[in-house]
């Protein structure tokens, strides 16, 4: 991977306000994506056994709970 070399001028310049300002939008969406992906995977690892019971308790015709945990 390539890494990426900043270089930094002396003294105070107005004109890189807006990169900065870029990097940190940029960095607060990944980190922001990041947060959300790994909720997201929590929220799927935990909740898709209880939606498979809850969409196959609401078919027809309506099984008992434990004909939907029973393997056979």
């Not at 890189?16 to 790994?38: H, I, M, N, V, Y």
Request: proline fraction near 6%.
């Amino acid at each position: 991977m390539a890494s990426r070399v900043a270089l930094k001028g002396k003294g105070k310049t107005t004109k890189g306000s807006k990169a900065s300002d870029d990097r940190s939008t940029a960095k607060c969406l990944k980190e922001w994506s990041t947060w959300t992906l790994k909720k997201a995977k929590v929220i799927a690892h935990y909740g898709f056994i209880p939606l498979v019971i809850v969409i196959g308790m609401n078919s027809e015709p309506k099984p008992q709970l434990s004909q939907l945990l029973s393997p056979v």
